[in-house]
């Protein structure tokens, strides 16, 4: 195609379409057009295997690099949502600096107030599981025995294990921490350099947001591009800010409601169960029963009956039924609405990958990826593979006769 150009020193600088090419090259539109589509096809072809390259290779590198991929993608998911709580700040003349040092304040505040509501008493309830196995193994007795008549082999496994005394471990008593620094202090080093990693990296982002804001949409070369950067900066945090807002307001509540009804039935560390509900309750369909499963142990260990053993994860997902198909739908809406079959690919992925904090980490970075991929624009695979053999979606006019019905 150079040598055509160089041969024609006419041929315009603005030619770009198949039929300006032929007639100053003296070549059939035919053919022009059939160059136009294998240069079209091994480019888009060349794109297609760096992105599977990409895409396959991306989740080990997560993986292997956890201990500096996961705090940093923690910290700028907590950034992008506390930069609402940033601009109000900033809007009453504050800073960006000291606007930020804020909102790390007040993060540092409720999560060492998290901390001291779930940590340091489940720490000393679930220290009392090696002397509660007997009361354990006699609340569940009755379904023991009824699951050992419908399968002999299960009943001679379940006898062995019910007939085993119990050892008691002789382990030296730990005082639980009673706040996230003193977490953090007896926590392994790796743990702490995440931890102070994170929290810098959410003061900077912050700090920095504003001015790094104006920079990227000021940088575009069009103001189509400035307006396009801009609604996707925007979409960004509004989508993620509101969803973790919304839904922590929700979890806070529905932690509460549990926590009373624990009280009323007599549980123990009633203010632990429901901070536990309300965390797990961050991890859709897989949280609330790991929440049900952890208060059936905790009923188990405490009440002597099995069925009031039994009330409290009976509480919990009452409460989280109705909070998950009434609550949520209503206060959430359709702006929100995720597909369930991407949320549960999203959990599987970042579960694998970064285990506990990737499945928190799920549903926030879904909405980041979609919001992205919807303002750049979806890849057409399918054309590339059966129909046009390019990677971007074209828009084509198609003439119909009147007498073709309208799509």
């Known amino acids: 195609m150079a040598d055509l150009g160089a041969s024609h020193p006419s041929f315009p600088a603005a030619a770009d379409n198949e039929e300006a090419i032929a007639h100053h090259a003296g070549v059939p539109i035919d053919d022009i057009v059939r160059i136009a589509q294998r240069r079209d096809r091994l480019l888009a072809a060349l794109t297609l295997i760096a992105g599977i390259g990409l895409v396959v290779g991306t989740p080990f590198a997560l993986k292997s690099g956890v201990e500096f991929f996961m705090p940093l993608t923690a910290a700028l998911v907590i950034a992008i949502a506390l930069v609402p709580v940033l601009e109000w700040l900033e809007r009453r003349g504050l800073p960006s600096p000291i606007a930020a040092l804020l909102c790390v304040l007040v993060f540092l505040l409720v999560a060492n107030v998290a901390i001291a509501a779930i940590v340091v008493p489940a720490t000393d309830f679930f220290q009392l599981l090696p002397t509660r196995i007997s009361r354990i193994q006699h609340n569940l007795s009755p379904l023991l025995d009824l699951y050992s008549t419908l399968e002999k082999s299960v ?180 702006r929100l609405t995720i597909s369930p079959i991407l949320i549960l690919i999203s959990l599987s992925f970042w579960g694998w990958v970064w285990g506990t904090a990737g499945a928190l980490l799920a549903v926030p970075l879904l909405i980041i990826i979609q919001t992205v991929i919807g303002a750049a624009g979806k890849p057409d695979i399918t054309g590339f593979l059966f129909e046009h053999g390019t990677l971007v979606q074209q828009q084509r006019d198609r003439k119909r006769s009147p007498d073709e019905p309208s799509e």
């Open 155 to 334: 009943n001679r496994l379940f006898r062995q294990i019910a007939t085993t005394p119990v050892r008691q471990p002789q382990t030296a008593a730990v005082a639980p921490p009673s706040s996230i620094l003193e977490l953090a202090a007896t926590s392994a080093p790796a743990v702490i350099v995440q931890f102070f990693f994170g929290v810098l990296i959410v003061f900077f982002f912050l700090s920095g947001w504003t001015r790094m804001r104006k920079r990227t949409i000021t940088g575009r070369t069009s103001f189509d591009g400035a307006m396009a950067t801009a609604r996707v900066i925007q979409d960004v945090v509004d989508d993620v800010s509101a969803y973790l807002g919304t839904i922590t307001v929700i979890n806070i509540i529905l932690g509460m409601v549990v926590s009373g009804a624990l009280y009323l039935v007599g549980m123990p560390y009633p203010l632990m169960w429901g901070g536990i509900v309300a965390l797990l309750n961050y991890v859709p369909y897989f949280g609330p029963i790991v929440a049900a499963f952890l208060m059936a142990v905790g009923g188990l260990m405490t009440f002597s009956d099995i069925w009031v053993a039994l009330l409290p994860p009976a509480i919990m997902i009452g409460c989280h039924l109705v909070e998950a198909n009434v609550i949520t739908p209503l206060v959430v809406g359709h």
